[in-house]
């Protein structure tokens, strides 16, 4: 099995920065895309960021400039580095990868447990 686990949230003020992680473990043979996801309270789960295996990323105009996302293929890790944060991006922040298990043929969808951000005024 793979398993997803994000960590690195926290509480901060706004105009502070905060770094998550996300390790992918287990029988992983390949790993496509990474990507941030969040879902604030009493809103859809929205995308923040994206990397792919080759390290081409994307963001949303919600975040450009200010979140970087990266990856460290050797560790199955991805980072999110979020800086300049506003109280609007306070969300329980998803990590979220595309992986072929060890043996198998197809990517499936891999999701972490989630790690709040809280942001204060």
């Known amino acids: 099995q793979v398993q997803l686990v994000e960590s690195g949230g926290g509480l901060v003020q706004a105009g502070g920065s905060l770094r998550l992680s996300c390790v992918a473990s287990?029988?992983?043979?390949?790993?496509?895309?990474m990507d941030w996801y969040r879902q604030a309270p009493g809103k859809q789960r929205e995308y923040v960021a994206i990397?792919?295996?080759?390290?081409?990323?994307s963001y949303p105009l919600s975040v450009k400039g200010r979140f970087t996302i990266s990856r460290d293929n050797a560790k199955n890790t991805v980072y999110l580095q979020m800086a300049s944060l506003k109280p609007e991006d306070t969300a329980v922040y998803y990590c979220?990868?595309?992986?072929?298990?060890?043996?198998?043929?197809?990517?499936?969808?891999?999701w972490g447990q989630g790690t709040q951000v809280t942001v204060s005024s």
């Open positions: 979220h990868a595309t992986i072929r298990t060890w043996g198998g043929v197809r990517f499936d969808d891999y």
């Open positions: 287990g029988s992983i043979g390949s790993i496509n895309a």
């Open positions: 990397i792919t295996s080759g390290g081409t990323t």
